[in-house]
């Protein structure tokens, strides 16, 4: 199972594959964005990931942000067929037992109601972990592919 989330996670986020959409809705390459934040920030690109969640309180692995701050994730939602995924995303200071808060100054989860892939830019303290939640989601076979690029 593993190795087929795994695939399907690679196809989904292979280069230049994804869509993200620019302040003004125009579709822009994946790659080339996350690319140009990362260079913006002076982050190195692609982390880690890709991490596939299909199962609601389902997260990705504690991944370790070297004590960085302005982190930058990729999501790539599939509903095929629901009409929506809630995510959160998260930091903590320890990796063994984390207390893992919201990285969210205002506490609030993020919902997609459509397919396709998005920024999400969390702006938060150094912390020297984080991770992706599937809070909740709609639809029995709706998932989203998570990568984590860094920050600042």
């Not at 790659?31 to 990362?38: K, N, V």
């Not at 990729?74 to 995510?87: A, E, I, K, R």
Request: with cysteine; hydrophobic share 40%.
């Amino acid at each position: 199972m593993a190795d087929a989330k795994s695939a399907a996670a690679r196809a989904a986020l292979g280069a230049g594959s994804g869509l993200l959409y620019d302040e003004n809705g125009s579709i822009v390459d994946a790659t080339e964005l996350l690319q140009s934040i990362a260079d913006g920030v002076g982050a190195d690109p692609v982390t880690s990931g890709p991490y596939t969640l299909d199962t609601a309180g389902e997260a990705t692995s504690a991944i370790t942000a070297r004590g960085v701050q302005d982190h930058t994730f990729s999501v790539v939602v599939s509903l095929n067929g629901g009409t929506s995924v809630t995510m959160r995303f998260q930091g903590s200071l320890t990796r063994m037992n984390p207390n893992w808060f919201n990285l969210n100054d205002a506490n609030t989860d993020t919902t997609y109601s459509a397919d396709g892939a998005r920024v999400a830019y969390k702006s938060a303290f150094a912390c020297p972990y984080v991770r992706a939640l599937l809070v909740s989601k709609e639809g029995a076979a709706a998932s989203a592919v998570v990568r984590y690029y860094g920050g600042r």
